[in-house]
């Protein structure tokens, strides 16, 4: 099993910036990709970045390209989204989520942390 808990979340004005953490728990050599999810109020969750584990291949969406920076380390199981030049769109609940090695989607996800961009 891999456990993912999310910190980092809170209340910024427009055009600040935030760093969200996501400390995975040890089973992580099955985790084949990491990623960043959010769900805006009343809103589908969507995609926002996904970096592998192993390599250096990275994702993201055209709505935070730009701005929001994924990084992994990998010693410590943990992945950062930074996120910059927040707009209130992008105010949402902000999900971790780990697809395990064989697998088409994401199997184990965060419980959660909210973001709020005030304006």
């Known amino acids: 099993q891999v456990q993912l808990v999310e910190s980092g979340g809170g209340l910024v004005q427009a055009g600040g910036s935030l760093r969200l953490s996501c400390a995975a728990s040890?089973?992580?050599?099955?985790?084949?990709?990491m990623a960043w999810f959010r769900q805006p109020p009343g809103k589908e969750r969507e995609l926002l970045t996904r970096?592998?584990?192993?390599?250096?291949?990275?994702y993201y969406a055209d709505s935070v390209k730009g701005r929001f920076t994924i990084a992994r380390d990998n010693a410590k199981n943990m992945v950062y989204l930074q996120m910059n030049s927040l707009k209130p769109e992008d105010t949402a609940v902000y999900y971790c989520a780990a697809a395990t090695i064989g697998r088409s989607s994401y199997n184990h996800w965060g419980q959660g942390t909210q973001v709020t961009v005030s304006s």
């Open positions: 040890v089973r992580t050599f099955s985790v084949d990709t």
């Open positions: 970096i592998s584990w192993r390599g250096a291949s990275t």
